[in-house]
């Protein structure tokens, strides 16, 4: 959760930067990313912000929930998009052009028909787009750079720390349910998993995460971390089967295993994939 300090009508102090919020990914197509913002606010109105969103966002289409709907209330807001080009992102950002043995640092204030203006400690600074060997370069991280903002406008009957929930669509993530089972001796084990699958470069840590099945969210962890480009699996059941016999096993209805694959072992090698038809499945 991101907090900020506020002063008459502007947030001047962030003090905790980190993506800490709540994802909820559907099987396939858009998530939904819930992100956390608390303020500290003075009675009446106020507007808060920049606040960064996530780069995979569709940040255009925001919902904006205060906690406390009694004593606080939304207005309105001001977004501001990412940028087509990637340095259009860079644009109002500290960076250093570097090329020819010079070194120069400043605020990039324009980007046109390939020339970059950078405002300097020393005056305004025309210079060609750097190509390579020369580069440009900026201490600020990828999602800093090309994330989008919005600045919102809230009203408070008194003054007090304040939580906004900003829930809006994000791209790039999805699950999907893999069944794992093991014949030893008389038994049968089918252990269910989740799969879930960031294909983002986005590191998100200490965040709430949850699946969307159908109208039911079934949350898998209070507290955790996805890496980028990859997969998080979960173990969510197993499901014991005991003195099994023959060449078909019955599953009980009520785990609804009906049109499962299942990826079959007997005694820990792998046997190949079956599917589960009337509540059974053969072993042959």
């Not at 998009?81 to 324009?110: A, D, F, H, Y």
């Not at 400690?121 to 190509?131: H, R």
């Not at 406008?153 to 999805?174: C, D, M, T, W």
């Not at 995460?209 to 197993?238: H, M, W």
């Amino acid at each position: 959760m991101k907090r900020f300090s506020l002063l008459l009508l502007t947030a001047v102090i962030v003090i905790n930067l980190a993506f800490a919020d709540t994802l909820i990914v559907n099987r396939t197509g858009l998530s939904t990313y819930i992100q956390r913002t608390e303020f500290i606010l003075p009675e009446g109105e106020s507007v808060v912000g920049p606040i960064k969103l996530l780069p995979v966002g569709k940040a255009e289409n925001v919902l904006i929930k205060p906690d406390n709907k009694k004593d606080v209330s939304f207005i309105g807001y001001v977004f501001e998009p990412q940028k087509e080009k990637w340095i259009e992102n860079m644009l109002g950002k500290v960076v250093s052009l570097e090329g020819e043995g010079r070194v120069i640092s400043g605020t990039i204030i324009s980007v046109k028909d390939g020339y970059i203006i950078i405002d300097t400690k020393k005056g305004i600074v025309i210079s060609t787009f750097p190509n390579f060997p020369s580069r440009l370069s900026s201490s600020l991280s990828w999602q800093d750079t090309v994330a989008p903002k919005i600045t919102v406008k809230l009203r408070s009957k008194k003054p007090q720390n304040a939580v906004i929930n900003i829930s809006y669509p994000v791209e790039g993530f999805s699950y999907y349910v893999n069944y794992v089972a093991n014949i030893e001796k008389d038994s049968l084990l089918i252990q269910e998993f989740y799969h879930i699958k960031n294909d983002t470069s986005l590191y998100l840590k200490d965040i709430e995460l949850s699946v969307k099945e159908g109208d039911k969210i079934n949350k898998l962890y209070n507290k955790t971390y996805i890496e980028p480009y990859s997969s998080k699996v979960l173990l969510t059941r197993s499901i014991r089967i005991d003195k099994i016999s023959g060449k078909t096993v019955n599953i009980p209805a009520q785990y609804n295993l009906n049109g499962a694959v299942i990826n079959l072992y007997k005694d820990g090698i792998f046997l190949g994939t079956i599917k589960v038809q009337n509540s059974t499945i053969s072993i042959q």
